[in-house]
Each structure stands twice: as C-alpha cells, then as structure tokens.
C-alpha cells in the first residue's frame, strides 16, 4: 500500500535553531516529492518539489534531501524564525495520474522565543 | 496575480440542507482537484478533474459531487450534509495531474460546520 509516514508528529524548538523533519515513503513507482509549508487554517504552499533523480534542493533557509534508494526524505531548517511555526507536510507523487499525490499527516513545528 | 479562490470561507447549515462551494482558478490549469482535512488524518483527496468534463473519484468521494463545465471552475456540492462532514475544504489547481512536477496551488479553505 502506498503510504507516506512523517516524523516527528510535533516539535518544539528555539527561534534561531535548526531542526530537521523526516519522511518516509512507500509509494512506488515514484515520480516526485514535494514539501508543503502549511499556516493554521490556510491553504498549503509549495516549498520544493524533487524529482527521482535530485538528491538536493533549497528555498531560502529550507533545504530538502531525497534519497530515492531508501526511499527517505528531509527537510531541513536553518536559523528557524517565529513565523516558520506551521505544519509540514511531505506530499509524493506516484505515476498514475489523477490520484497521484500522497499526503503525509504533517509535522507540527512551533518556533518559540 | 495567479489565483485559486473558494467561497465562502466559513460555513455553518444543517443537516440535509444542500450546498455548494464554489472553486475557480485563473491560471487556465487542466488538472483540479477537492480535499477535505481534518485532525489526525490529513489531507484527503474527495475529487478530481483531469479537464473539463472529466472527473473522477478520489479517496473519500462518498456524499459529494462534483462538475466541470468550464476550465476555470470545479464546484463542489453537498446534496445532503451529514455531520461527518464538517472539514476544512481545499481546493487545488495544477498545470497538469500531480505525475508531473508542476506545482499544486492551493485555495484558501472553506471551514464547514454541519449541525
């Protein structure tokens, strides 16, 4: 079954820190890999997507890594700010169409000062 | 500015009361798509258009309809609203269907409370 697993399901951290989310896939054939930024109540919005064959890939202070061999992807934050307290969800992209898009539940990040 | 816009944002009726949500995009995609969240499940994909006049079911698609008479909209309707379907609705929109990297735009929401 494809299945897209997150964790840590929430987190806490100091502004300033850096902090790492993990994802987890099963989904095969694989296509591509997407990290959303989600705000309470808002719609989500794309922070990066990663084809099969990109190990790599940044926005800003955001930075995914994909290993499709073991099927595991990070995203990582640098020097973490207030307003990146939201949820992130890890979203993969099988190959048949229409139904393509598997959502992980989300890691809730909080950022405190 | 490219857009995808839902109405209304906030919702309470009751139960059997028929309702629409209204999706549009300006962003002449083929591919639209509904999803209801909710906590400790995430998002859930309800419907799909693959074009107009092509839909197709997602995951979740019992007690819903949908329509896609023109490019830029995919109405989502609830013929007879249950409880269990208080959500938060979104719709989304991209280029072509999620195979593809072409990004996902997401509208802003539509919070429904059936009582």
């Known amino acids: 079954k494809n299945q897209v697993e997150q964790s840590p399901q929430s987190l806490i951290i100091l502004e300033g820190k850096n902090c790492t989310l993990q994802c987890n896939y099963t989904v095969s054939p694989f296509s591509n890999l997407r990290w959303y930024k989600q705000d309470t109540g808002r719609g989500p919005v794309s922070l990066t997507i990663?084809?099969?064959?990109?190990n790599t890939k940044s926005n800003g202070r955001y930075t995914a890594t994909l290993d499709a061999d073991t099927k595991q992807s990070s995203l990582h934050i640098t020097a973490s700010q207030l307003s990146d307290s939201a949820s992130y969800i890890c979203?993969?992209?099988?190959?048949?169409?229409?139904?393509?898009?598997?959502f992980g539940k989300g890691t809730t990040l909080s950022v405190s000062s | 500015e490219a857009q995808v816009t839902q109405n209304p944002r906030y919702l309470i009726t009751v139960t059997g009361k028929k309702l629409t949500v209204t999706c549009s995009q300006n962003m002449n995609h083929e591919y639209m798509s509904w999803y209801r969240q909710d906590p400790g499940l995430g998002l859930r994909q309800i419907y799909y258009s693959m074009n107009v006049e092509v839909t197709d079911k997602g995951d979740v698609p019992e007690g819903y309809k949908v329509s896609r008479k023109e490019k830029r909209n995919f109405p989502l309707i609830l013929e007879s609203p249950s409880p269990n379907q208080t959500s938060l609705y979104f719709c989304a929109s991209s280029f072509t269907a999620g195979v593809s990297s072409y990004e996902q735009y997401f509208g802003p929401g539509t919070r429904l409370t059936v009582t």
């Open positions: 979203v993969v992209a099988g190959v048949q169409a229409g139904t393509a898009l598997i």
């Open positions: 990663m084809t099969f064959s990109e």
